[in-house]
């Protein structure tokens, strides 16, 4: 068998930030400055490529409060603060998620910076969370979201191509693949994300294990620390790095912490060689739903 191709061209050295938000913008946006520094300097895997935030880091956790914290972007606060730091510290930064607001909607939106401060990267969470359970809890994101209308891939420098999509995003196996698949080959999914102390035991490292077999590739979950004794959402924390193979790398606590990896680019072509689920799709048996075309992909 002829050698295969990495996606991923040579290792690249992650910080995911598990942290926790509380009401005051300024000091939620100061914490994630102290965590970066701290990531950069206390590193164990060497100079960082790439540090990640979770879901919600600039804003309290609740439905009620998506308007409130919302931003333009470009522009607004936290885009300007991210890029800055992006900039100074030369790393690219994967956002996490904060509410946006444009022409009126408020969309939850992530961002990419490459270490010059650009934004390379704009992804606007496409699978909205609404649950109604009769005498049970009632959450609707789309009462105060609108949802995204794009796959989001983009080019992480000359590392290789990353999906990325933010939480309830990670229960849609097609959102993944399509990254994955030609033309776009990502060597990773990002989502940042919050599950909670129910969903996040049950589901979360299922769902990225699963995320990271389906398509032989490395899955990336950050998470807010636990608001433990607090009043806030209780995020389960557990932010994780999975393998192609589906082996979890790295995995964090409840609590605030820097969780650091180091991705082996040899892994990819290793798996998708011993196991090559990668090339022997029988689509003329079940059809194939990702299609070239059918894929619209975020442009930022
Ligand atoms: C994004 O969606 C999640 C639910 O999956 C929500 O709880 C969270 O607060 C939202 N984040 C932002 C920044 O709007
Ligand atoms: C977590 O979310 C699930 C699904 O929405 C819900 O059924 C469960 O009650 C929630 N658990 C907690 C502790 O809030």
Redesign the pocket.
Known sequence: MSVLKSPLTKNLRIALIQLKAGADKAANLNSVKNHIEKAISTSTVGPLDVVMLP?????????D??RR??ESIPGGETTEFLSSLAKKHSVYIVG?????LADDK????SLTFDPNGEIIAKHR?TH??DIDIKNGIT?K?SD??SAGDKATVFKLGDFGNVGLG???DIRFPELASVTARAPHNSFAMFYP??FNTTTGPLHWHLLARSRAVDNEMFVILCSPARDVGGDG?QAYGHSLVVDPYGKIVAEAGEGEEVLFAELDHTLLPAVRQGIPVHYQRRFDVYGDYVGEGKVKVSDK
């Open positions: 879901e919600c880091f600039n804003s309290p956790y609740a439905v409060q998506f914290y919302s996490g998620s904060i509410p946006e408020v969309y939850n939106t969470k909205l969370f959450f994101e105060s979201l933010i939480c309830y994300g919050a959402y």
